[in-house]
Nanobody, 122 residues
Framework: QVQLVESGGGLVQAGGSLRLSCAAS????????MGWYRQAPGNQRELVAV???????NYADSVKGRFAISRDNAKNTVDLQMNSLKPEDTAVYYC????????????????WGQGTQVTVSS
């Protein structure tokens, strides 16, 4: 089995910073893309940031210049540094990974963490 475990959420004032971390564990051959999504009450889950195994990144327009995603391929971890937080960043943040569990078959499966709450007060 594979698990994604997030940590680092919490309550912060507007303008503050938080760092989210996610660790993948279990039977893993390789990890393709890793990313962070968020879902605010009444909204659909949306992409925040994604990073490939080669280090290419992509960000939602709303977080560009404020958030930074990074990963450690050796440790199977992905972090999200969130700076200049705004009340509209308040949401449950989910870690996501596309994982190849075995050398063969070389198929990717998508996994999600349990979510961590980020609340930004004005």
């Amino acid at each position: 089995q594979v698990q994604l475990v997030e940590s680092g959420g919490g309550l912060v004032q507007a303008g503050g910073s938080l760092r989210l971390s996610c660790a993948a564990s279990g039977t893993i051959f390789s990890i393709n893309a890793m990313g962070w999504y968020r879902q605010a009450p009444g909204n659909q889950r949306e992409l925040v940031a994604v990073i490939t195994s080669g280090g290419s990144t992509n960000y939602a327009d709303s977080v560009k210049g404020r958030f930074a995603i990074s990963r450690d391929n050796a440790k199977n971890t992905v972090d999200l540094q969130m700076n200049s937080l705004k009340p509209e960043d308040t949401a449950v943040y989910y870690c996501n990974a596309r994982i190849q569990r075995y050398r063969y078959p070389a198929s990717l499966q998508e996994y999600w963490g349990q979510g961590t709450q980020v609340t930004v007060s004005s």
